[in-house]
């Protein structure tokens, strides 16, 4: 039976009159009758998500669960849930405020099932805390094409809140699949090369593998720029980078693939690689609308499947990346003694061990002879 609700004498009508009080009045009554009890109505309006209130129950299951109750469901305990929550970037609310829904209570229960699987605290945690940096831009990217199938300036509230749920109901249960077949691709691809390491580990020479120059590129604070930009500047930037990346790239350079926020590029002939990634850092440094970028390249044997690279200098040349001053390009020994020493300029930047890496890597910032670039 549908909740009988006084919504004047709840608070749910107060500043309204005339059209805008029937509308909410329509809108209200349809959320009661779905289901919707007073304390959820209330906590929707003081947040002005009245509208979504229909569209949310369908993703996390309404707020109808207390965080007790989610960790006894779940079999966590509770002080460990906290610390997920934590680390997820979600809300954790007192231990008996009733705002979960059934989504929480369906993820305390994937993570209890990989806790009973042997996977340790530490690891879980870590994987919240990388959950948690990756996520958020991808579900303000899917907020935004919800948005532009829903937006009719026009339409009563009552309608687009009815527009929200038929666009959720369709793009839902499609979203599990987008995002779980997206990562496990990319697992595919860190099993694959996690096993060319081991081949290598364990061989003098891996059988199919060339020698291979690999460059990686990335734009300096783009996840910090999340927390500032809106969803469709991240994008352009993200685009903006491919196409430079696709413009400056001439064989024998090819761009290998793009992610996100930096992009792969490989040659067999390093001078050409290595002057493809300092005009790219030039570019970057003259476009205002783009961060800085900041690149590292290695060379060594490499194994190409399926279009991808795999291999020492792969998982070389993007510790690199990660270390690399912002407008700068840093080498490796090895780059350094197979290229000139003009029309380069070299400077000696440490013995540094990195992660993956056994033994320590002598690295060499490189500048070209028209290179704009500036170190910080």
Known sequence: MPQQIDFAAEGLLDGLSGDARAERLRLLRRLAAS????????????????????????????????????????????????????????????????????????????????????VGDESLLEVARVLARALPPVAEVMGEVAISLTRDPGAREEELAERWVQVVSALTPMLDQLLGRTLGLHLRNHFRSEAVSAAELSAAALPGARPIGVAFADLVGFTRAGERLEPHELTAIALRLETLGAELAHPPVRLVKTLGDGLMLVSAELPPLLETALRLVDVAEAEHALPRLRAGIAFG?????????????????????????????????????????????WSFAGARRLRGISEPVRLYRVRGPASTATES
């Open 35 to 118: 289901g919707v009890g007073v304390e959820e109505l209330r906590s929707a309006q003081a947040n002005d998500t009245l509208l979504f209130v229909g569209a949310e129950r369908l993703v996390g299951g309404g707020a109808k669960h207390t965080r007790a109750e989610v960790a006894a469901a779940s079999g966590l305990d509770p002080a460990f849930l906290e610390q997920v929550m934590h680390a997820a970037g979600l809300a954790v609310a007192g231990a008996q405020e009733r705002v979960y829904g059934d989504g929480d209570l369906e993820l305390a229960r994937v993570l209890a099932a990989y806790r009973a699987a042997g």
């Open 301 to 345: 044997h490499a194994l190409s499947r399926a279009a991808d690279w795999y291999g020492r200098p792969v998982n070389l040349a993007s510790r690199l990346t990660d270390i690399a001053r912002p407008g700068s390009v840093l080498t490796h020994e090895e780059v350094r003694r197979a290229l000139p020493e003009e029309p380069f300029s």
